[in-house]
């Protein structure tokens, strides 16, 4: 089983659309979580981290569930501009460079 | 405000030739520094990372080296390239303790010929 799962996708929705990604995490001892936004051909962005209570930033929400070992990202009203890849990023002690892992990324697609 | 910035943008080399990729940090002192590189459909693979000049943490046995001459200066190097070396390599920086947070340059595309 892969450390970090994600659909791949891709997920085409129209303009105006919810949409929702899930990722799976093997490592029950993972502390921190983060989701980042790729553009093609780009450098990945911090989008957000991912608080236990579950946080929200503007259109966009994280949760994180613990007992499943999952975090999910909603993305309500979407836009063209969110055309991107998602990656998921989990961190399996805190401050150590080498338990950071990134998941391949689920690829969203806005259309107008 | 910090600024990352890493160069060259595109590179296509042949095998066998050397490799410097350089990334630099500004705006921000002591800083976690590292070498990622992306693989098509695949997730980032860390490569490199260092917690003050001289100190390097090698993740993957290869033939890449990295050295960080300065506090805000990472290098990527090779002496030989293989055509497995194609990729986009990804310098990024972190406050200390907030590894969890990157911040990236713009990536260097490899081509290995």
């Known amino acids: 089983r892969k450390e970090v799962e994600q659909d791949p996708g891709p997920f085409n929705v129209p303009e105006g659309a919810t949409v929702a990604f899930n990722c799976t995490y093997s490592?029950?001892?993972?502390?921190?979580f983060f989701w980042y936004r790729q553009d093609c051909r780009k450098e990945p962005k911090l989008l957000m981290s991912v608080y236990s209570s579950g946080n929200e930033d503007g259109r966009f929400t994280a949760q994180l569930n613990r007992a499943s070992q999952y975090i999910s990202l909603l993305i309500r009203d979407s836009k063209l501009s969110d055309s991107a890849t998602y990656l998921c990023v989990v961190n399996g002690v805190e401050g150590s460079a080498r338990q950071l892992t990134f998941g391949s990324g689920t690829q969203l697609t806005v259309l107008p | 405000s910090q600024t990352i910035h890493q160069w060259p943008a595109t590179l296509v080399q042949p095998v066998g030739s050397p490799l410097s990729l350089e990334c630099t940090v500004e705006?921000?002192?002591?800083?976690?520094l590292y070498w990622y590189r992306q693989a098509a459909g695949r997730g980032l693979q860390l490569l490199f990372y260092s917690v003050g000049i001289g100190q390097i943490s090698s993740e993957v046995p290869q033939n890449l080296s990295a050295s960080r001459p300065q506090d805000r200066q990472f290098i990527l190097s090779s002496k030989k390239l293989l055509l497995s070396d194609s990729g986009f390599y990804l310098c990024?920086?972190?406050?200390?303790?907030?590894?969890?947070?990157?911040?990236f340059g713009e990536g260097s595309r490899l081509t290995v010929l």
């Open positions: 490592n029950s001892a993972s502390q921190s």
């Open positions: 705006g921000t002192s002591n800083p976690n």
């Open positions: 990024a920086w972190s406050r200390t303790g907030r590894t969890g947070e990157l911040f």
